[in-house]
């Protein structure tokens, strides 16, 4: 059975940085993509960055140049290294990824106070 499990959430104030990681399991299950999306209160759920599983990336304009996107194949583990947060960065994060189907975790909030 595929899991999704993210951390690394907060609270922090404009212009700081949060890392969030998300490890999928079994560990020995190969994705072809994974990534994060993420959703506003009373938005819908836009995509923020994916990274295919050699490493190319690709991110939503509106964070280019701010998040890095990475991935641990070993691990199967993808990052999301978020830098310069705004308040309009606030959501919730969903890590998924997609193998024959698409999957995702539970979510994990991030609170960018003004």
């Known amino acids: 059975q595929v899991q999704l499990v993210e951390s690394g959430g907060g609270l922090v104030q404009a212009g700081g940085s949060l890392r969030l990681s998300c490890a999928a399991s079994?560990?020995?299950?190969?994705?072809?993509?994974m990534g994060w999306y993420r959703q506003a209160p009373g938005k819908q759920r836009e995509l923020v960055a994916g990274v295919s599983s050699s490493g190319t990336p690709n991110y939503a304009d509106s964070v280019k140049s701010r998040f890095t996107i990475s991935r641990d194949n070993a691990e199967n583990t993808v990052y999301l290294q978020m830098n310069s947060l705004k308040p309009e960065d606030t959501a919730v994060y969903y890590c998924y990824a997609r193998e024959l189907g698409d999957y995702w975790g539970r979510g994990t909030q991030v609170t960018v106070s003004s």
């Open positions: 079994p560990r020995g299950f190969r994705f072809d993509i």
